[in-house]
């Protein structure tokens, strides 16, 4: 083989290697995109609580790709959907570690070691996604949980403020707030925190009488009447 041989030889090789990387590259981009394409159908069956039918697809995905992040996320929430709260917590855990800057798998590994009353590290995951995200409002609702639930009440409780700030059209938020101020018997912003609620649903009983114990409790006892046999009436009309 002479130089000029030797010169086509080497452009050809170069050139298979090229398309050969590219071909690589183009096999590897459709797998990943046939999995992305797997995501949405797993998540409808989810939603639809059809879990054997989302586990068959999530054991697809995880076969094809066994790190593959939100596969290990969704597979955990089945799990502990399930009743497999353990085995959900470690597919949880090593979804953060795939993908340690997405505050979604940190909330809701943070939700699962809560009720399973493991409130170190449930208090570190749930700080973990509200750092990452500071917007995510489940998330700074779950950390105000797991630290009243931990015993930090006044930690949970600054939480659930800060959040009502921006939530100011949340009646269940307002509904809980109401109830940390009337258990460290602050009356007047349980009071208020109560009203709010009430001003956004105020046919909800619930509320009603919750907020007719705090008036028992501070011996204002007809308004705690009026609002108990309120209650009464809408709960006889099936309302709320």
Known sequence: MNRA?????????KSAAKNGVKSHAVAIRNVDQAIADMIQPIVTLLNAQRFDEAGQGLTELLAASPDHPEGLHLYGLLLCQTGREGQGIEKLRRATVLAPKTALYWN??????SRASLWSEGLTAARQAVELDPEYGDARRNLANVLLSSGDISGGVAELERLARTRTADA????QLAQCYADQKQFEPAETAYKKALNLEPENTRVMRDLAA??????????????????DQLDKTGNI
């Open 214 to 231: 705090l008036y028992t409790n501070n011996w204002q006892y007809d308004a705690a009447q009026r609002l108990r046999r309120q209650a």
């Open 172 to 175: 269940q938020l307002w509904h």
């Open 5 to 13: 041989d030797r010169r086509r030889q080497a452009k050809l090789e």
């Open 108 to 113: 809701n590994l943070a939700a699962a070691l």
